[in-house]
């Protein structure tokens, strides 16, 4: 990365001295793009930080989000899974498990039980949501590595059928129904954030994905709007002109 800030600059310190200036800047411009965005596309590489995607996925929902943040953020990718498969297996009998497991908070054996997140300066969690709550698998996985997450920035994004946000728009003179699942939703998404902030992480944001009648195309779509937000609260801005000064 420092080659392309010298080469830069020298670009830069020609272009000052020639001529035909109004040409020299449309280069310069030019190789900027080419140049020192490719190496930020990777702001982890560039930083010598380093990004860990940690993700349980029933229905494979959850896995498509990890897939387009893997293709925008440079990062490791670590599945948890129950240790028994075929807990929570496709169909009704895995649906009504996972709900019995989250009603009741229920912690379950998984796989990898204590991952090793020393290496990773930031990690984003995604999870499905269970009744309102993270599921099962990355509850545990949160309640039993509380130490390993200590001082981590942290991303979480969860999906559920329905958008968390539903009744954000009514106000204290709504009716009652429409006031009391919105107050529903907002304590359901504070206890989420108080499981990941019990870690001793700092949460750096929370995005959440609906899935109900959405194509896998809209999902991802939907995911990919979050990138922009996700880089710049895990790495920052970056200010080119104060890096050719």
Not at 25 to 52: H, N, Q, R
Not at 106 to 118: A, G, H, K, L, T
Not at 145 to 156: A, C, E, Q, Y
Not at 166 to 194: I, V, W
Request: proline fraction near 4%.
């Amino acid at each position: 990365m420092m080659r392309y800030i010298r080469l830069v600059k020298n670009i830069y310190h020609y272009i000052m001295v020639t001529k035909n200036r109004l040409v020299g800047k449309g280069v310069f411009c030019l190789l900027i793009t080419l140049l020192i965005v490719p190496g930020y596309v990777s702001p982890a590489e560039s930083m010598g930080d380093k990004t860990l995607i940690v993700y349980y996925s029933r229905t494979g929902k959850t896995r498509l989000l990890c897939d387009v943040l893997q293709q925008h953020i440079h990062s490791d990718i670590l599945e948890v899974k129950p240790l028994d498969d075929d807990r929570y297996r496709p169909g009704r009998i895995g649906y009504y498990t996972a709900a019995f497991d989250s009603v009741f908070n229920r912690y379950i054996p998984i796989v990898p039980e204590q991952p090793d997140f020393s290496s990773y300066s930031s990690i984003i969690i995604v999870s499905p949501v269970w009744n309102w709550k993270l599921s099962a698998p990355i509850r545990t996985l949160i309640h039993d590595n509380k130490d390993r997450f200590d001082g981590k920035k942290m991303i979480f994004i969860t999906n559920a059928n329905e958008e968390v946000t539903k009744y954000e728009m009514y106000g204290d003179d709504a009716p009652f129904l429409k006031r009391f699942f919105r107050d529903f939703l907002r304590d359901k998404c504070e206890g989420m954030k108080s499981l990941v902030e019990s870690s001793g992480c700092t949460i750096n944001g929370y995005y959440h994905v609906a899935t109900l009648e959405k194509t896998d195309q809209q999902i991802m779509d939907k995911t990919s709007s979050f990138i922009p937000d996700i880089k710049k609260a895990l790495y920052g801005e970056i200010n080119l002109a104060k890096m050719i000064e």
